[in-house]
């Protein structure tokens, strides 16, 4: 069974950056199209950033140009890197498959304030 365990979420002011880590077990990682999700109070869950096993990426238009995801297939991790942060941020991001796996992991909480 798949397992997700996200990290490095945190408290920041609007502006500043966080870098969001997810290290993922029991699938054969480098073949899988990994995506971040973040879902705010009140709201669906929504992809914001996907990476496919040859690194190709999309954004939602939302984060596109502030956020970076990246994949260490050695490391069974996938990354977010997240700059310039806004309010608007704020939310439980977690990370699954682009075609979500079964389960999902706790996420990690992203407070940006203004």
């Known amino acids: 069974q798949v397992q997700l365990v996200e990290s490095g979420g945190g408290l920041v002011q609007a502006g500043e950056s966080l870098r969001l880590s997810c290290v993922v077990s029991g699938i054969y990682f480098s073949r899988n199209v990994m995506g971040w999700y973040r879902q705010a109070p009140g709201k669906q869950r929504e992809l914001v950033a996907g990476i496919t096993s040859s690194d190709n990426t999309n954004y939602a238009d939302s984060v596109k140009g502030r956020f970076t995801i990246s994949r260490d297939n050695a490391k069974n991790t996938v990354y977010l890197q997240m700059n310039s942060l806004k309010p608007e941020d704020t939310a439980v991001y977690f990370c699954?498959?682009?075609?979500?796996?079964?389960?999902w992991g706790q996420g990690t909480q992203v407070t940006v304030s203004s």
């Open positions: 699954n498959g682009v075609l979500p796996f079964n389960n």
